[in-house]
């Protein structure tokens, strides 16, 4: 699973002004399932990951800090 979240960092969805929005979910569980991740447990973590993703990202990006490297 950790694997997958760290490439999760090339299947962010982006807001058209600015700032992170979400993951790719479909993607994510496709790289799932092909990484042999059981899909009901990625269903199920990954929107909580996503959540914290997000936030850290959005606050790194409004503080000016970093770009947005690793999470």
Do not use: C, W, Y
């Amino acid at each position: 699973m950790r694997d997958l979240v760290q490439a999760a960092g090339g299947q962010l969805r982006l807001a058209p002004m600015g700032g992170v929005i979400g993951f790719d979910m479909t993607a994510l569980l496709a790289m799932a399932g092909t990484r042999g991740v059981p899909l009901a447990a990625a269903a199920e973590l990954l929107p909580h990951i996503e959540a914290v993703v997000v936030r850290k990202l959005n606050e790194q990006a409004a503080s000016g800090g970093g770009d947005g490297g690793d999470v």
